[in-house]
């Protein structure tokens, strides 16, 4: 890891919300979906952050309260986990990242409000289980980070990727990798309404022949498919798992204070890939299914503990 000395010691080293970091930063192509807007090395080995969170945004579901998407939290961490291995780890701008697990959870009472203008979150980041290639750069690690507004700690989430070279993760995806997704189905989506998104186009399920499909309603959606990509995003993977579970509980569960989510293999744009959601009082449990193989799983918490929260202190 290279820190500069400007970067540890110089003068000011406050954090800005001034402007968004370089969007290929964070593999995005819109300056539009850029959160983070400033990263620092601190005197510990980690890393502080600054992070707008926008007070309105098209695609995170409000569900009529001023609080923000928990959508917002987990794209928060996707781009630190992006932007902290190509700057600091020497992880080359081509490669590939690949989320294995990731968690989150908030804490009733702490969360910011999204009131006039941007929210201005300062995120507090350690790095471990750093693994690196034959040339030095890291191949994989994981993050923790804790989210603070006003000086308090309201979040905190953290996951565990890795990271191909544009010539192995050819050679991983081999014909998949100009997979691309295929139309979307015309019938048998949930109402927007009920599952507290906007428009249409954020509807993520359909429901066909029996079962719950993860069917994104737009192929080009700006924020789920702002590039083109040759498998099922995870943040696709977490939002279609969170409508499914206000679907299955009609309504009840909406807006989740805690998730996990595990990854165990791509999931396909083809065959459909189904989303099964178990809910039991304030948690559902869901899996992702692709044929006989589950591509993915995890569970989702929405009352006021949080018990995939670590100690917050």
């Not at 924020?223 to 696709?236: I, L």
């Not at 206000?246 to 791509?266: H, I, K, N, Q, Y």
């Amino acid at each position: 890891m290279n820190h500069s000395v400007e970067e540890v010691s110089g003068q000011d080293n406050s954090l800005s919300w001034s402007r968004t970091v370089d969007r290929e930063m964070v593999h995005r192509a819109s300056v539009a979906e850029v959160l983070l807007t400033d990263v620092r090395a601190d005197r510990y080995g980690g890393f502080e952050a600054a992070a707008s969170w926008p007070r309105s945004h098209p695609t995170f579901p409000r569900d009529g309260v001023d609080l923000h998407s928990p959508l917002v939290l987990v794209e928060t961490l996707r781009q630190l986990g992006i932007y902290l291995p190509l700057r600091y780890f020497g992880v080359p701008p081509t490669s590939h990242l690949l989320i294995g697990d990731l968690h989150f959870g908030l804490i009733a009472g702490r969360e910011p409000r999204a009131g006039q203008g941007c929210t201005e979150v300062t995120c507090r980041v350690t790095v471990s289980e750093i693994h690196r290639g034959p040339d030095g750069s890291a191949s994989g690690l994981r993050l923790d980070v804790k989210y603070l507004a006003g000086g308090a700690i309201f979040a905190r989430a953290g996951g565990g990727a890795r990271f191909l070279s544009a010539r192995d993760y050819a050679g991983v995806r081999a014909e998949l990798l100009v997979a691309r997704q295929p139309p979307p189905t015309a019938e048998g989506r949930p109402d927007p309404a009920e599952l507290a998104v906007a428009e249409p186009r954020d509807v993520l399920i359909a429901r066909t022949a029996g079962a719950l499909a993860v069917d994104p309603a737009d192929p080009h959606h700006p924020f789920f498919f702002d590039h083109a990509t040759d498998h099922v995003p995870g943040m696709v993977l977490l939002e279609a798992a969170r409508q499914a579970a206000a679907e299955a509980s009609d309504g009840a569960l909406m807006r989740p204070t805690a998730g996990r989510l595990v990854a165990r293999r791509f999931t396909e744009f083809a065959p459909p890939a189904r989303v099964e959601s178990v809910p039991y009082h304030l948690t559902c449990a869901f899996r992702i299914r692709q044929g006989t193989k589950c591509t993915a799983y995890g569970a989702l918490e929405y009352g006021r503990h949080a018990p995939f929260l670590y100690v917050l202190a």
